[in-house]
């Protein structure tokens, strides 16, 4: 009698092969995507951003963009990643994207350019006058700009401390404000003496230049004051000779006199003379070449330091009558 024994052998077919990068039993598998793109200005021409740093977030993969303002990752991680761009004078930006396994995504990114201000100063000055007596003004001034454009600004403002002043646009690029002292702590001209000033320009997208660190030198408060003519002295010349006493002053400082029309119950700046020495106390106004005509005026000396800082006598009303 013979047994037959019948041995069923399963699986023993050779695999099937695993070369496929996208097998998760590959070997080869990539768990990594392609990705690249450009980094471009926020004008509506758009242009490339060179040498803008393109960083994957939670790797050590980063790349700066090349002239053009492309880049490319040929190993980025799969999945959801964040991309972190920054550029000096840029506000930096985030993008989150999905990059799926073995894939390739292009993408772009726009970044805002800062605002740029620049030529920051402050020039302090006290106007004499009769009523109601001296005023103290601080008027502070910076160039503004901003590459993506003039509609981008947004709002200028100095701050002083803890004070903050709004500017406005005074002509072309440049913001000013004319700050009283009574705004000031105390209403104390001499308390903006030493503190330091910064101007910030915010753009559209929130993105803020500023300047660097300024100060007030001096706060002026001595005066020259007019002697001749004055108090609605009538001449007989349209060559009036100017003379005045100078203030009480430790520093270097020129003059500066105007000359202004009274005509029609308008006054108008008729002539103007900077750069006077500190010595010469008169001022022959055949000098100017010029002529007063017949009518109503009055003549105002300031003394002007190096810095701009200046104190302006109280108006000397005088009138011409050749005739």
Same mark, same amino acid.
């Given at each position: !009698? !013979?047994?037959?024994?019948?041995?069923?052998?399963?699986?023993?077919a050779p695999?099937?092969?695993?070369?496929?990068?996208?097998?998760?039993?590959?070997p080869?598998?990539?768990?990594?995507?392609?990705?690249?793109?450009?980094?471009?200005t926020?004008?509506?021409?758009?242009?490339?951003?060179?040498?803008?740093?393109?960083?994957?977030?939670g /790797?050590?993969?980063?790349?700066?963009?090349? /002239?053009?303002?492309?880049f490319?990752?040929?190993?980025?991680p799969?999945?959801?990643?964040?991309?972190?761009?920054?550029?000096s004078?840029?506000?930096?930006?985030?993008?989150?994207?999905?990059?799926?396994?073995?894939?390739?995504?292009?993408?772009?990114?726009?970044?805002?350019?800062?605002?740029?201000?620049d030529?920051?100063?402050?020039?302090?000055? !006290?106007?004499?006058?009769?009523?109601?007596?001296?005023?103290?003004?601080?008027?502070?001034?910076?160039?503004?700009?901003?590459?993506?454009?003039?509609?981008?600004?947004?709002?200028?403002?100095?701050?002083?401390?803890?004070?903050t002043f709004? !500017?406005?646009?005074?002509?072309?690029?440049?913001?000013?404000?004319?700050?009283?002292?009574?705004?000031?702590?105390?209403?104390?001209?001499?308390?903006?003496?030493?503190?330091?000033?910064?101007?910030?320009?915010?753009?559209?997208?929130?993105?803020?230049?500023?300047?660097?660190?300024?100060?007030?030198t001096?706060?002026i408060?001595?005066?020259?004051?007019p002697?001749?003519?004055?108090?609605?002295?009538?001449?007989?010349?349209?060559?009036?000779?100017?003379?005045?006493?100078p203030?009480t002053?430790?520093?270097?400082?020129?003059?500066?006199? $105007?000359?202004?029309?009274?005509?029609?119950g308008?006054?108008?700046?008729?002539?103007? $003379?900077a750069?006077?020495?500190?010595?010469?106390?008169?001022?022959?106004?055949?000098?100017?070449?010029?002529?007063?005509?017949?009518?109503?005026?009055?003549?105002?000396?300031?003394?002007?330091?190096?810095?701009?800082?200046?104190?302006?006598?109280?108006?000397?009303?005088?009138?011409?009558?050749?005739?």
């Amino acid at each position: !009698m !013979m047994t037959v024994v019948v041995v069923v052998v399963a699986g023993c077919a050779p695999d099937a092969p695993h070369d496929n990068p996208l097998d998760p039993a590959s070997p080869n598998r990539k768990i990594v995507g392609n990705l690249g793109g450009k980094v471009l200005t926020l004008f509506s021409l758009s242009a490339g951003i060179s040498g803008a740093l393109v960083t994957i977030e939670g /790797t050590n993969q980063a790349v700066l963009t090349a /002239t053009d303002g492309s880049f490319d990752f040929s190993s980025a991680p799969s999945g959801d990643i964040a991309v972190v761009i920054t550029k000096s004078s840029y506000l930096s930006d985030t993008i989150y994207l999905k990059l799926a396994v073995g894939g390739n995504l292009d993408t772009s990114v726009h970044l805002d350019a800062l605002p740029l201000v620049d030529s920051a100063r402050i020039a302090t000055s !006290m106007i004499d006058q009769w009523y109601p007596g001296p005023v103290y003004i601080d008027t502070v001034s910076a160039a503004v700009t901003d590459p993506d454009g003039f509609l981008d600004i947004n709002t200028v403002y100095v701050c002083i401390d803890s004070l903050t002043f709004a !500017m406005t646009r005074s002509a072309g690029d440049v913001f000013q404000v004319a700050i009283n002292a009574d705004s000031l702590p105390n209403q104390d001209p001499q308390w903006i003496v030493g503190k330091q000033l910064e101007v910030f320009a915010v753009d559209q997208e929130k993105g803020v230049g500023r300047s660097s660190g300024f100060y007030v030198t001096r706060t002026i408060e001595s005066e020259p004051k007019p002697t001749s003519p004055q108090s609605a002295d009538t001449i007989t010349t349209g060559f009036p000779t100017f003379e005045w006493d100078p203030p009480t002053l430790s520093f270097d400082y020129t003059f500066q006199l $105007k000359v202004v029309s009274l005509a029609g119950g308008a006054q108008t700046l008729v002539w103007s $003379k900077a750069g006077i020495s500190s010595s010469i106390f008169s001022y022959d106004f055949h000098d100017s070449g010029d002529s007063l005509a017949d009518g109503e005026y009055y003549w105002t000396v300031a003394a002007i330091d190096q810095f701009g800082n200046s104190s302006r006598s109280k108006e000397a009303a005088f009138i011409v009558r050749s005739q």
